[in-house]
């Protein structure tokens, strides 16, 4: 009978400790984040100012990627995180199905000014003339030229351009190299599917908003253009399979190794580059649309409170402080003397705070002679305020699901432009209107 | 109280944290979820009632006809592949003598692997254009597919990474093995069977209880296959852009249209649609196996 008791004091002390440990009993009095980490001083200097002037608020950092599903799951169960940092173009989607909070009244509270955030950052997190986010960093995207490779070829990387999508053709076949259905060096990638809103931006398009359509036939004509572009280069299975094995985030990526000719991509990795490999010889420069205007699409993260936050003043103290543009002049500051220790050059940093940038890149910037920093930088801080953001949209993900399986479609060969693009639409319509409107 | 009675209510009660489990997280959820199939639920609203709205649409929407075939496509190489290695392996183990607990430890060990890493090391070593496998192929002068960009080899790859696991039904076979009565071999030798007759008229039947009972778990786990081919070609927004739909699979499908569009009822009413036809196909498992699947106890 002894034994039994024991065991069963064992047993509840289990289950009691066991219950304290889980994800839903947190202290009533921590301030919980969720989708944030701590991988560097952008993060960990920012967190620090917010501590030294809350050292009332037990914060609690919930490290790892923002997971929709463990976020939503928290949100319909009534214990959500007290803020939750996601991807801008997402927000629109919760805000409009009520799983975040206004913060109209959080803004005004702590009179920010919205003023200085890059409009496209600001307008993604704008939902129905209610601000439900603030924006954090902002990246571009532009072109990143492999200059000895196009030089090889006989070509000159300043004149290379996206405007004239008859041309871009031959000009892939040039600086291409398949060897027997074998892809060696791939000449242009258009990036596709992920890009694909800005090709259909190049030719007049747009793929949200109250008039878009996804079988519009400029966006169809944009599928074709970027599809092709990979059909001749190797054909999609090749290509992607080739594509894999670069090793985008080390010394061997795909400019220092030649595997690449140039390609849109996102303005983080001009630092990436710069560090990983310092020597590259690279040309940035921006993207264009079919007339040669300059054409950027702007991307990035925002601090959200979800419906039903346990703290939502600490929340909205914690998301204002965070975005705030002297907390971002610190953490430049702390990040640029960090990299100094290591004897690393700072590339910037690239926040949707216009004035935070003004800032940082007259006080902060440090790149330390590397040509890949000083020629590039320039080029994204000149395309931050020129950006189109896609629109906030209740069925967001939906339709990015939508047009990105209809590119993937055209690329294995299963439908023409025309087919995939139509299923598409079929599909944004089913999807907005279970959403109930755009 | 008789010594039946004793045993059968010591039996219920050892059962009985199962059983209590069971209809506190398997059955009451099951529950609930047929219930929401017959509603719209996005989760941040009350579900509100729609019949058979759900199951008319999984009834005509194309991607659950893709999903269904990729995964009908898959269980149908998956599941014989599985089971004539694992039988292969295991006549191996059998006669491997002493060393026989080492082999099978090495054998077994890969299914400790986890299924994440499991998807990111296949996905280096299939590689089409730099992958091990192509490799190794190339050395007897085949030039590979793109297993893991191609359409038509997609599946194919996973099920060569299904193999991977290959250990757990091994394992399996070798303790049936084990249990043939080897003075049926030795009657077959007697009458001048050969290797392969042996195979087929005293190690098939002495293990085809075995046979079965993997068969069906394998058939059912295939049909939920999800993890491995989620985390390669899903997971990761970069990765989301390689597959087509050539990896859609039944619950990736399911687990999309309810985490990522927020259409729970929809979910659930393809979840019971999942069930059906794991229960058909079990079914017809079950009648084939009672003609050819024979147990020591049985008189036939």
């Known amino acids: 009978m002894r034994g039994l008791s024991g065991t069963s004091v064992l047993v509840t002390a289990a289950l009691v400790l066991a219950g304290c440990g889980g994800l839903g009993s947190r202290s009533a009095d921590a301030l919980v984040t969720m989708g944030f980490g701590l991988p560097d001083e952008h993060a960990t200097a920012r967190v620090a100012v917010f501590r030294e002037g809350n050292p009332d608020v037990d914060l609690r950092i919930s490290e790892g990627a923002f997971d929709e599903q463990q976020f939503l799951s928290a949100v319909a169960a009534g214990d959500p995180p007290d803020l939750v940092y996601a991807e801008r173009r997402k927000l629109g989607g919760y805000a409009a199905r009520g799983a975040v909070q206004s913060l109209d009244g959080c803004l005004r509270a702590h009179g920010v000014d919205l003023g200085r955030f890059r409009e496209a950052a600001l307008r993604q997190v704008t939902y129905e ?27 000159d990387p300043a004149a290379l351009t996206t405007a004239d999508w008859a041309a871009m053709g031959a000009l892939a076949d040039r600086l291409a190299r398949v060897d027997g259905g074998r892809v060696e060096r791939i000449g242009f990638d258009p990036k596709v599917p992920e890009f694909l809103p800005l090709w259909a931006k190049a030719n007049g398009a747009e793929l949200i908003g109250p008039d878009a359509r996804l ?105 204002v402080t965070m975005t705030d543009t002297e907390t971002w002049v610190t953490a430049a500051k702390a990040r640029r003397d960090a990299l100094a220790e290591a004897g690393r050059p700072y590339g910037g940093t690239f926040t949707a705070d216009r004035v935070a940038d003004e800032r940082i890149f007259r006080e902060v910037f440090d790149p330390k002679g590397n040509p890949i920093l000083e020629r590039g930088v320039p080029v994204v801080l000149s395309l931050q305020d020129e950006a189109f953001a896609l629109p906030p949209s209740p069925a967001a993900s939906e339709l990015v699901r939508a047009w990105e399986g209809a590119v993937n479609r055209v690329l294995v060969g299963q439908q023409s432009p025309e087919e995939a693009m139509a299923q598409a639409q079929r599909e944004a319509e089913r999807a907005l209107k279970r959403v109930g409107g755009r | 109280m008789t010594v039946s009675r004793r045993e059968a209510r010591a039996g219920w009660l050892f059962l009985l944290p199962w059983v209590v489990g069971f209809l506190a997280f398997t059955a009451g959820p099951m529950l609930f979820s047929l219930w929401l199939s017959l509603t719209h639920y996005d989760m941040l609203k009350p579900p509100t009632f729609v019949g058979l709205e759900n199951y008319r649409e999984a009834m005509t929407d194309q ?112 303790a049936a093995l084990t249990r043939v009565p080897v003075e049926r071999y030795e009657a077959a030798r007697l009458d001048g069977a050969s290797p392969w007759r042996q195979f087929w ?100």
């Not at chain 2, 069930?275 to 196996?289: D, E, H, K, P």
């Open chain 1, 129 to 155: 003339d209610e601000v439900y986010g603030l924006p954090e960093f902002s990246s571009v995207r532009l072109m990143i030229v492999n200059n000895p490779v196009v030089r090889a070829a006989g070509l």
């Open chain 2, 63 to 174: 991607r659950v006809g893709t999903a269904l075939w990729n995964t009908v496509f898959y269980t149908a190489l998956h599941v014989p592949a599985q089971i004539v290695l694992a039988l292969a392996l295991a006549s191996l183990l059998r006669r491997a003598g002493r060393g026989g607990g080492f082999f099978r430890t090495v054998l077994y060990l890969p299914v400790m692997t986890p299924p994440v890493a499991l998807a990111a090391m296949f996905l280096l070593l299939l590689n089409g254009q730099h992958g091990a496998i192509n490799g190794f192929l190339g050395w007897f002068g085949f030039q590979g597919p793109n297993w893991t960009t191609d359409p038509a080899w997609i599946k194919p790859g996973l099920v060569v990474m299904s193999l991977w696991t290959v250990g757990s039904t091994a394992v399996l076979y070798l």
């Open chain 1, 215 to 319: 079988d519009d036939p400029r966006v169809v004509e944009a599928v074709r253009h970027t599809t092709d572009l990979v059909a001749r280069q190797g054909g999609w299975a090749s290509f992607k399979a080739f594509r894999d094995t670069f090793d985008q985030f080390g010394a061997n990526n795909q400019y220092a190794t030649g595997q690449l000719a140039a390609m849109p991509m996102d303005s983080w990795y001009v630092n990436t580059l710069a560090t990983n490999s310092p020597d590259a010889d690279v040309t940035i420069t921006p993207f264009t649309d079919r007339d040669g205007r300059v054409l950027t699409e702007s991307g990035g993260q925002a601090w959200a409170i979800p419906k039903g936050a346990r703290h939502p003043e600490q929340a909205c103290r914690f998301l």
């Open chain 2, 201 to 300: 008229h005293v190690t098939l039947p002495g293990i085809s209880g075995t046979v079965y009972f993997t068969a069906v778990v394998n058939t059912i786990a295939s049909l939920q296959v999800f993890t491995e081919a989620y985390a390669m070609f899903f997971g990761a927004r970069a990765k989301a852009s390689a597959e087509g739909d050539a990896a859609l699979f039944y619950v990736i499908h399911l687990f999309q249209e309810a985490f990522g569009s927020l259409r729970m009822g929809y979910a659930s009413a393809l979840a019971w649609g999942l069930f059906a036809v794991i229960a058909v196909i079990t079914a017809v498992q079950v009648r084939l196996s009672r003609r050819y699947v024979h147990y020591e106890g049985d008189r036939s």
